[in-house]
């Protein structure tokens, strides 16, 4: 997608959207960090799915599971502050991408799986974790940061340094 | 990513052209998120506000220490996966100060028991030899156990005759011998004993028995009983590489290796297996609710599933225990295993009257009994709150076309039994241990207890091997 094709009440609503996904995984990485002892350990062991063993095997090791739960932890923490502020817009969406990707292959709602960690809804192949993707998706398409956010003063800073290279 | 970024748009509408200098609304648009984090900030505050009011509020439930608590100083000796347990709960009770923490494992458990206890603000020193703890910290009034069962009696033997009063995690002691000599160091020490077969605490076994058994006589003659601890499948405990024990100190202390120190439980001469492990909880219920001590037990058991390399006790086992009660007769069946975690664990009595299922757990099986159909009306305790009203059982369950035969007995009616613990399970009877150091309370396990239990529960074992009937003789069971 060109971007700067966008009119100015559609960079605002991805803008919005942004920032709503950036509460989502600030709040979801803070409340771990802050927690007493927060573990993806029974997450992980519930897995079901193609992917199954690899999740487990995240888990089996003690470990291996105290990196697993760091990453966990601040990489929410980050990737929420990076899309509330507009900085690194584009890591910062593409990372929730990946996270958010791994949550769903966790523990996809393919036909015939049921799971014994109560969900809130009723999912078939699409869940919540599915569209939250898609709408990062847009948000790392539509490079929204450098219409709103710090990535438009990084961006002016570098360029004004790098002026010879621009254009 | 700077670079990546490089390659990035030319800025969102109006933003001008690329290399254009900033400008001020360059500035404006580009903080013009972080408010946004602002309430982000203000949100979170007030939620960790109402968390904080929560928790306060839950506290606010137990009634007050008294101002002249005198304090109980405290040392935990052994900061396993269980002495960090007893820990969390010693944490909410008011008047303990810690003192010290002992453990083999200066590297790992012993440090974390440290580190959370100096976050709570207490000066406490790490020991590795619990004999150089005894005779460096002269002001400990009582001492906290929960190390492998064959060190139980070592351990305990020279606390008390430190002159320190005792908690020791069940199993007493691995052998009969081992839990004599802390009967009687208890005994000649005049301390503290509290063995930690902790239901025997749990308001819910306490009103159960006083209550429902003793007082309503509910279950009118207790016949037959069976309860289980079923549990899933799960691999051996391992341990983070960085922090193996030199095996010069794993020998000192009595373990082969790395492997065995962390599944001491399956090993002979070291723990006693499921039976002794997740039993003695339970077993111990059967004695206490039944008045009576065993007078014979069959079992069978083996190794069925688990590796022999690694796994020396049997994985699973069955029971029957024939107990010569006040009331006559009655057959106590249990079971463990370790192959399959379905409807995990609890204990059923059922008597001509009326039946009590009853587990330490809040999850599953916490607490019921149900009414036989020929037994007198439940009326009386359901309107002082001994037992909730009935629940019908539930009908529409069955298939319409099931047939139903005359002779099925009518299911009775359950009521639930209106006691749950919110605290941790342990907390109850640490909290009897240390009000029976102030005089205020009375022991709840105290070591002869804890004896008639162990003479009970490692009989099983032995029935295995002999493969035959055994019985008990009176006097077994007193030291
Ligand atoms: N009441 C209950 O519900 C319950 C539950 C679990 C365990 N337990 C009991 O608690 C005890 C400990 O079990 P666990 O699961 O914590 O085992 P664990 O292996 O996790 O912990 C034992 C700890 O004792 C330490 N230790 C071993 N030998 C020592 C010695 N000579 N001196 C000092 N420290 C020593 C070890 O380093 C380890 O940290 C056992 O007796 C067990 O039966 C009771």
Wanted: net charge negative; charged share 25%; hydrophobic share 40%.
């Amino acid at each position: 997608m060109k971007e700067g094709t966008l009119s100015r009440v559609q960079m605002v609503t991805v803008v919005a959207l942004r920032v709503l996904i950036g509460w989502h995984f600030l709040y979801e990485g803070v409340s771990k960090l802050t927690a007493d002892a927060w573990s993806a350990k029974g997450y992980l062991l519930q897995s079901r799915g193609p992917l199954a063993e690899v999740f487990r095997w995240m888990a089996a090791d003690p470990e291996r599971l105290a990196t697993v739960d760091q990453l966990n932890m601040w990489g929410l923490t980050l990737i929420g502050l990076g899309l509330i502020l507009g900085c690194f817009t584009r890591l910062a969406s593409a990372s929730g991408i990946v996270v958010i990707l791994l949550f769903y292959l966790c523990n996809p709602p393919f036909v015939g799986y049921f799971y014994s960690i109560p969900a809130e809804g009723s999912y078939l192949i699409v869940n919540k974790n599915l569209v939250e993707l898609a709408a990062l998706a847009v948000i790392l398409v539509t490079g929204s940061g450098r219409a709103a956010g710090l990535d438009r003063i990084i961006h002016g800073l570098l360029k004004k340094r790098d002026r010879p290279a621009d254009s | 990513m700077a670079h990546d970024d490089e390659k990035d748009q030319d800025g969102g509408p109006g933003s001008g052209l690329g290399g254009k200098k900033l400008d001020r609304r360059d500035v404006l648009l580009g903080l013009s998120t972080v408010p946004a984090l602002g309430l982000f900030g203000e949100a979170w505050r007030k939620q960790r506000q109402y968390d904080q009011a929560q928790k306060e509020a839950a506290a606010e439930d137990a009634p007050p220490p008294p101002a002249d608590l005198e304090e109980i100083n405290v040392a935990l000796l052994g900061s396993g996966a269980q002495g960090q347990v007893l820990l969390d709960s010693m944490l909410r009770i008011p008047g303990l100060r810690f003192r010290a923490v002992c453990d083999i494992w200066t590297e790992y458990n012993q440090k974390r028991a440290v580190r959370i206890l100096k976050k709570y603000k207490f000066d406490v020193n790490g020991y590795e030899d619990h004999r150089e703890m005894l005779d460096k910290e002269k002001d400990l009034d009582a001492v906290v156990i929960a190390t492998p069962d064959f060190w139980h009696a070592p351990h305990t033997v020279d606390c008390l005759e430190a002159g320190k009063h005792v908690y020791c995690e069940k199993e007493m002691s691995n052998t009969l011998e081992g839990a004599q000599r802390m009967v009687h160091a208890a005994r000649e020490t005049g301390k503290l004993l509290q063995i930690g077969h902790q239901r025997r605490s749990h308001p819910r076994y306490l009103h159960s028995y006083e209550k429902l058994l003793q007082e309503a006589q509910l279950l009118g003659r207790i016949v037959t009983v069976n309860g289980q601890w079923n549990r899933a499948v799960s691999p051996d405990l391992g341990w983070p590489e960085r922090y193996t024990i030199p095996d010069a100190r794993l020998k000192q202390y009595g373990f082969k290796s790395m492997p065995q120190f962390r599944n001491w439980r399956w090993y002979k001469g070291l723990g006693g297996g499921p039976i002794v492990d997740l039993g003695s909880h339970q077993i111990d219920i059967y004695n206490w609710f039944l008045g009576a001590n065993p007078s014979h037990v069959i079992a069978s058991g083996g190794l069925d599933y688990h590796d022999p390399a690694t796994h020396e006790w049997y994985d699973t086992v069955m029971t029957v225990y024939e107990f010569e009660t006040a009331k006559g007769p009655a057959r106590a069946y249990y079971q463990t295993q370790t192959t399959n975690g379905s409807q995990g664990y609890y204990e059923t009595f059922m008597g001509d009257q009326g039946t009590l299922v009853i587990s330490e757990s809040e999850a599953a099986n916490s607490g019921s009994v149900y009414r036989d159909p020929n037994a007198p009306a439940w009326d009386e305790w359901v309107r002082r709150g001994y037992i909730s009203a009935p629940k019908l059982q539930e009908q529409g369950q069955k298939d319409e076309d099931a047939v139903l035969d005359v002779r099925e007995s009518v299911s009775p009616d359950e009521h639930r039994i209106p006691v749950v613990l919110r605290d941790p399970y342990h907390q109850p009877h640490l909290q009897n241990f240390f009000d029976a150091i102030r005089g205020t309370a009375t022991l709840h396990c105290p070591p002869e207890v804890g004896y008639e239990t162990a003479v009970t529960v490692l009989k099983v074992n032995e029935a295995i091997e002999a493969k035959e009937r055994l019985s008990f003789r009176p006097e077994e069971f007193e030291v």
